[in-house]
C-alpha cells in the first residue's frame, strides 16, 4: 500500500485519484477534531472542506519536514481556529445553542446511551465551549482525541510547552464547571482519552481531486 508521501507525491505530480485516496484515509479523524473544536455541524464540515481544498492546493509546498497526516491535521485545525475567531462576535440563543450540541450526539449514540450519559456528554460540551479556542484546540487533540503532546503541539505549529500550558489553564477554567460529572462518573478527567475510539459519522464523501470546487463542495452538510 502506498504511503500518504507517496500519495501526495503522486498527486503533485498529476495523479488524479491520489489526493481522494489520501482524503479518504484521514477525513475521519479530520471530521472528529473539526467537530469538537467548533461544536457545530455545518461550521465543522465547511472548515474541513476549505481544509481539505488548501491541502489540495498547497501539496507542492509540502517538504516532508513532519508527517502527511501532521501536515493535514494542522490545515485543518487552523481552519476551524479561523471560522471560531470568525464567530466569536456573533451571539446565539440559549435555544440555538443547545440545537446545536443535540447535533453532536451521534444517531447510534442516541439509541444506544443512556439518557444520563447524554445528558453528561451535553454539559462537557457546553464546557469546552465556554474556552478560547486555542486552549480547545489543544484539549480536543490531547484529551478528547489522544493525541501525545508532541504531535498535538506539531499539528498546532506551536512548542510542547505551550500545549502543555494552553491544556492545564484550559482543564483549570472547566474543573469548576465539571465537578459534578466527577463526582458522578467517579473520574477525575474533565474529557474522554481514547485516539481509536468511535469517532461519529464521517464527513461526507470528498469529490474526485481533478475540481477544486468538486473537493469543496464534496462535504456536504448533515
Not at 70 to 77: D, F, G, K, M, S
Request: net charge positive; aromatic share 2%.
Amino acid at each position: 500500500m502506498a504511503s500518504d508521501g507517496d500519495l501526495l507525491a503522486r498527486h503533485v505530480a498529476g495523479d488524479p485519484d491520489a489526493f481522494g485516496e489520501l482524503v479518504r484515509r484521514h477525513r475521519d479523524r479530520l471530521w472528529a477534531v473539526a467537530l469538537r473544536t467548533l461544536g457545530d455541524r455545518e461550521e465543522a464540515a465547511d472548515a474541513v472542506q476549505d481544509a481539505l481544498v488548501s491541502a489540495y492546493r498547497a501539496a507542492h509546498t509540502f517538504r516532508g519536514q513532519s508527517a502527511v497526516t501532521t501536515w493535514l491535521h494542522r490545515i485543518t485545525v487552523n481552519a476551524c481556529l479561523d471560522r471560531a475567531r470568525k464567530a466569536a462576535s456573533r451571539r446565539t440563543s440559549p435555544v440555538a445553542e443547545t440545537e446545536r450540541l443535540e447535533q453532536l450526539l451521534e444517531p447510534h449514540e442516541s439509541a444506544a446511551v443512556p439518557a444520563e450519559r447524554q445528558d453528561l456528554h451535553r454539559e462537557l460540551l457546553r464546557a469546552l465551549r465556554t474556552l478560547p479556542e486555542e486552549q480547545r484546540a489543544a484539549l480536543v487533540l490531547v484529551d478528547m482525541q489522544g493525541y501525545p503532546v508532541a504531535e498535538a503541539a506539531a499539528i498546532l505549529d506551536v512548542p510542547t510547552g505551550t500545549v502543555k500550558s494552553r491544556c492545564a489553564r484550559g482543564r483549570a477554567r472547566l474543573l469548576p464547571m465539571l465537578t459534578h460529572l466527577r463526582s458522578e462518573e467517579g473520574d477525575s478527567r474533565p474529557v474522554s482519552r481514547g485516539r481509536n475510539r468511535a469517532q461519529g459519522t464521517s464527513v461526507p464523501e470528498a469529490a474526485g481531486p481533478k475540481d477544486t470546487d468538486a473537493v469543496k463542495g464534496g462535504g456536504g452538510r448533515s
